[in-house]
């Protein structure tokens, strides 16, 4: 079964280090979001991306995130300077045009110390 | 008022219970309604999409009263491996922004 794969599982970062988050999403699909989850909170929107521009993205996504398509495979999400309260799992998904479902990665966690 | 809303629980069953779920979301003009299924520390996963007629997969049966703004997801004969946490999720902008609910925790006891 395809699957979104994103890379690192884990990653610990110092506060007001970049990092970038990668994804691979599934080959035939055009719609790409990331999602993420502070611990024992619900998953919240960050942005979606299709036609290789940003077609939402939510409050949460400020001038400290972008994303990014830079090969035809590759989706990366960057946070420029990250603060304590960014640690959070990160999901990537994708999904194909005219089906309802997203698929989602197995995320990243992020610990900014 | 929160967009979706789900009792937390947990919801402690036997084996082999009948459990059900109810979730109620606040935008009158969303068009997608599902749910997922999150084991802990995973990602959330498809369990089934939720139509107007209702629909049914397995032991799964899906709910949706759109007057209500109201989602159900009733588990027949559960399994312990049903065990996890259950996610309202409903898309309220063609396609483009999934809005979660902050799921139900099922544990489905021997």
């Known amino acids: 079964e395809p699957e979104v794969t994103q890379t690192p599982s884990h990653q610990v970062t110092q506060m007001g280090q970049e990092v970038i988050l990668r994804c691979v999403p599934i080959?035939?699909?055009?719609?790409f979001y990331w999602y993420r989850q502070i611990l024992g909170q619900k998953v919240e929107f960050l942005v979606s991306?299709?036609?290789?521009?940003?077609?939402?993205k939510s409050e949460i996504f400020d001038d400290q995130f972008s994303v990014e398509r830079p090969d035809g495979s590759n989706f990366t999400l960057k946070i420029r300077s990250t603060k304590l309260e960014d640690s959070a799992m990160y999901f990537c998904?994708?999904?194909?045009?005219?089906?309802?479902?997203?698929?989602f990665g197995s995320g990243t966690r992020l610990t900014v110390v | 008022r929160k967009e979706v809303e789900q009792d937390p629980g947990p919801f402690n069953v036997p084996e082999g219970a009948t459990v059900a779920f109810n979730c109620t979301y606040s935008?009158?003009?969303?068009?997608?309604f599902f749910w997922y299924r999150q084991d802990c520390r995973k990602e959330p996963k498809l369990l089934m999409s939720?139509?107007?007629s209702g629909n049914e997969d397995g032991r799964f049966t899906a709910q949706l009263n759109r007057a209500s703004q109201y989602i159900s997801l009733l588990i027949r004969d559960s399994k312990l491996s049903d065990s996890a946490t259950y996610l309202c999720?409903?898309?309220?902008?063609?396609?483009?922004?999934?809005?979660f609910g902050g799921g139900t925790r099922l544990m489905v006891k021997p």
């Open positions: 939720v139509y107007s």
């Open positions: 935008n009158s003009a969303s068009q997608s």
């Open positions: 080959s035939n699909h055009l719609y």
């Open positions: 999720v409903v898309n309220s902008n063609a396609g483009n922004m999934l809005t």
């Open positions: 991306f299709y036609n290789n521009e940003i077609s939402e």
């Open positions: 998904a994708s999904r194909s045009p005219g089906t309802p479902g997203y698929t």
